[in-house]
Nanobody, 123 residues
Framework: QVQLVESGGGLVQAGGSLRLSCAASGRTFSNYAMGWFRQAPGKEREFVSAISKNSGSTYYAGSMKGRFTISRDNAKNTVYLQMNSLKPEDTAVYYC????????????????WGQGTQVTVSS
């Protein structure tokens, strides 16, 4: 089993920044590609970003490119999502997840999920 715990969410004004963290425990963190997803009220959970096991590759949904940056520190068993230039439409619960493969945007391919952290962007 892998346990994932997100933190760093909160309330921020449009144009502001937040950095989310996801701490992993259990099985070897470096064996998993990691992803971030988000879900707004009444909407489906959508892909945000993913990073490979050794940080060699990253991928972003189109609306996140240039604003969000994913990174990981395998020594600390932690993955991060730096969010800049936040917009009201970024308001959602953000989840981190672990996958045995890198390159998928489907939540069905992620085996482990955190509990989520709320991000609210005011206009």
């Amino acid at each position: 089993q892998v346990q994932l715990v997100e933190s760093g969410g909160g309330l921020v004004q449009a144009g502001g920044s937040l950095r989310l963290s996801c701490a992993a425990s259990g099985r070897t963190f470096s064996n998993y590609a990691m992803g971030w997803f988000r879900q707004a009220p009444g909407k489906e959970r959508e892909f945000v970003s993913a990073i490979s096991k050794n940080s060699g590759s990253t991928y972003y949904a189109g609306s996140m490119k240039g604003r969000f940056t994913i990174s990981r520190d395998n020594a600390k068993n932690t993955v991060y999502l730096q969010m800049n230039s936040l917009k009201p439409e970024d308001t959602a619960v953000y989840y981190c997840a672990a996958s045995v493969v890198f390159g998928t945007t489907s939540r069905l391919e992620y085996s482990y999920w955190g509990q989520g952290t709320q991000v609210t962007v005011s206009s």
